[in-house]
């Protein structure tokens, strides 16, 4: 028996624009109703997407609406987003089931994935991807992001991996699952609110087209999965990393000792160290969520630009001339 179709809601500006072969940018909506506080969380995801739009990309924000994975949301749909408490947030695992009873919920960066390849989609902007938390030996907290990379076709930007996690250990594991890490203007990996984490980045590529290129020398290639593309916070809005770890350090006390666990736990830290920061890594947040933007327009352009004209005969490689 053949699966039924997927839920799949397109918005019809989304739908033009990948039938016409322009450039499209998935976003994410786990950062709007999870990352941010309200009303700061609408008004980051207005400026993301009209960063986007002004580098010449259609903006596609993935979320599940009463039962369909809805790709590319109206302003009233993201306000409502925003708005809204204790929306459920989704990863893989969680996706099929919400779909299934007919639930809503904010993706991850893992289900914003699977929700821009179904509509396909090939760039996707976000903050910074969930990674392997600190003490994961012995909690096993290991984000569902990295293992998603590692099978999903979607090139995601980022500001690196949140600084709260253990980034020695994420770089390790993605590694191990064959994901490219590119870092971006800079040989360091960054820490999402500090340039660097003094971690080199396995990967450098400067240029949008080498990076749209290696994006689809993987599918050439045959190989599943995308590539983690690290693009350092803006210098003007950085935390460099010696201020930011004791208050991560008090962030992460405090997680232990109120018992958070499990999906509960990257919100409670962005949130705490929001707090903690006096609003500081709020405002470098939105700063490099809107630079991880307008790179992914650019990437996208320039994987718009190379894909083959509808229609147009496959290129044939030609037998050396006897
Ligand atoms: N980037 C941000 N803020 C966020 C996130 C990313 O700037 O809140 C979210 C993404 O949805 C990512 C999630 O997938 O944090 C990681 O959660 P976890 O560690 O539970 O996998
Ligand atoms: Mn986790």
């Not at 690196?160 to 040989?187: H, Y």
């Not at 593309?229 to 950085?238: F, H, I, K, L, T």
């Not at 008090?250 to 903690?276: C, H, N, S, Y």
Request: proline share 8%; hydrophobic share 50%; aromatic share 2%.
């Amino acid at each position: 028996m053949n699966p039924a179709p997927a839920p799949l809601r397109l918005a019809p500006e989304v739908a033009g624009a990948l039938a016409a072969g322009r450039p499209v940018v998935a976003l994410e909506s786990t950062i709007i109703s999870h990352g941010f506080p309200w009303p700061d969380n609408l008004a980051m995801a207005r400026s993301v997407e009209a960063d986007l739009r002004a580098a010449g990309a259609v903006p596609a924000t993935v979320a599940v609406l009463e039962g369909r994975l809805c790709v590319g949301l109206s302003a009233a749909e993201t306000e409502a987003l925003a708005r809204v408490r204790g929306l459920p947030k989704l990863s893989r695992a969680d996706l099929a089931p919400c779909l299934a009873t007919g639930g809503s919920g904010a993706t991850t960066v893992a289900a914003t994935m699977i929700g821009a390849h179904l509509a396909g989609i090939e760039v996707f902007a976000t903050g910074g991807i969930g990674g392997v938390h600190r003490g994961a030996s012995e909690t096993f907290d290991i984000s569902a992001d990295l293992r998603e990379l590692a099978q999903t076709p979607v090139t995601v930007v980022a500001a690196g991996a949140k600084a709260i996690l253990d980034l020695p250990k994420t770089l390790e594991a993605l590694e191990t699952l064959g994901v490219p890490v590119i870092a971006v203007g800079q040989d360091a990996f960054p820490a999402f609110w500090a340039r660097t984490s003094g971690l080199a980045a396995p990967l450098r590529l400067d240029d949008p087209a080498a990076i749209a290129a290696a994006h689809r020398m993987r599918r050439a290639l045959g190989l599943p999965g995308g590539q983690l593309v690290a693009n350092p916070v803006p210098a003007a809005d950085e935390i460099p990393l010696d201020r930011l770890a004791p208050l991560i350090a008090q962030a992460e006390a405090e997680a232990r000792e109120a018992g958070i666990a499990g999906k509960a736990v990257t919100p409670f830290l962005l949130a705490r160290l929001d707090a903690l920061s006096g609003g500081a890594t709020r405002a470098a947040n939105r700063a490099l969520v809107r630079a991880n933007a307008r790179l992914a327009a650019a990437i996208a352009g320039e994987l718009a630009a190379s894909r083959p004209v509808p229609g147009a005969a496959a290129i044939v490689p030609g037998r050396p001339a006897s």
